[in-house]
């Protein structure tokens, strides 16, 4: 059975940095798009960082320059680097895995971020 599990969660002040982890099981993530995405309290989940198979990324413009997503093959394992974290930035946090041209995706059960001000 296919699992992601997210991880580095919690609670941290404004400025303050957090690296999220996706460790993934029974798939191999250098074969999937993989990406961040959040939901905050009564607002729609959004896209916050993708990588593409072939390691190029792109970010949502509310975290350019503050977030990194990074993967280490080696773990099956996604990252998503957060530094100079605001409180905009609370929400639960989704890891996503998507291969296209099979129609698979996968997501995670969500960790919670909060930035208090």
């Known amino acids: 059975q296919v699992r992601l599990v997210e991880s580095g969660g919690g609670l941290v002040q404004a400025g303050g940095s957090l690296r999220l982890s996706c460790a993934a099981s029974e798939i191999n993530f250098s074969l999937y798009a993989t990406g961040w995405y959040r939901q905050a309290p009564g607002k729609q989940r959004e896209l916050v960082a993708r990588?593409?198979?072939?390691?190029?990324?792109n970010y949502a413009d509310s975290v350019k320059g503050r977030f990194t997503i990074f993967r280490d093959d080696a773990k099956n394992t996604v990252y998503l680097q957060m530094n100079s974290l605001k409180p905009e930035d609370t929400a639960v946090y989704y890891c996503?895995?998507?291969?296209?041209?099979?129609?698979?995706?996968?997501w995670g059960q969500g960790t919670q971020v909060t930035v208090s001000s």
């Open positions: 996503n895995a998507h291969w296209a041209l099979i129609r698979s995706e996968y």
């Open positions: 990588m593409g198979t072939g390691g190029g990324t």
